[in-house]
């Protein structure tokens, strides 16, 4: 258990780190509708290969370092475990931030927030619930992890409405959106590779 909690503080800290060197990426570098489709899975050393897919690599790559990760399974299992822990921490410190600042427009932009992070757990545990019952192979599973990013952008969204204020949590936005999209990117990959190795071969040409 030590060594779980000890390895699970080591992840936060390297999430953090990764959040940083990739927050330092030029626009060009972040996108926001699909992984890239040039590359499969074709054999071992899977880990690293789904993680040179996503955009966010540093911080998948921190998602292998957690005990039992060892399969595609599980790394898509971890990073849906660690972006619900960081959209129930999102909605902790709005929530936190809102008995004190809820007035005007903040209210009605700290329940946004607080509905949105709450939306991105509810939407990351009908993805766990789906993995652990069909696998990886159900057609709904990017369907359900599209739906949680689309809700971890919703804070983001809801400040835009009112340009005048500045976001108090600005960087907890961009984080929380960057793990929770490389979920779907891990889900993505991970299906990729799992249908070109599914593919039957053709008949031999002699």
Do not use: W
């Not at 929380?176 to 779907?184: G, M, Q, Y």
Request: hydrophobic share 40%; glycine share 8%; with cysteine.
């Amino acid at each position: 258990m030590e060594r779980f909690i000890g390895a699970s503080l080591g992840l936060l800290l390297l999430l953090a780190s990764a959040a940083a060197v990739e927050g330092r990426m030029g626009p060009a570098a972040v996108f926001h509708n699909s992984v890239p489709t040039n590359h499969v899975l074709t054999g071992g050393g899977e880990l690293p290969r789904i993680c040179d897919q996503v955009r966010f690599k540093a911080i998948c790559r921190g998602f292998t370092k957690l005990p039992g990760v060892a399969t595609p399974r599980q790394l898509l299992l971890a990073s849906i475990r660690v972006a619900s822990d960081k959209a129930r921490e999102a909605k902790l410190r709005v929530e936190e931030y809102a008995r004190t600042h809820a007035a005007g427009p903040m209210k009605s932009i700290t329940d946004t927030c607080r509905e949105g992070y709450d939306s991105v757990v509810q939407s990351l545990e009908e993805t766990r619930q789906l993995v652990e019952a069909r696998g990886t192979d159900s057609g709904d599973l990017n369907f359900k992890v599209s739906d949680a990013v689309t809700h971890a952008d919703e804070c983001k969204d809801a400040f835009a409405d009112f340009p005048e204020i500045k976001s108090p949590f600005a960087a907890m936005q961009q984080n929380v959106f960057r793990i929770v999209d490389n979920v779907l990117n891990i889900a993505a990959v991970v299906q990729q590779g799992k249908a070109h190795r599914a593919k039957p071969l053709g008949p031999h040409v002699h």
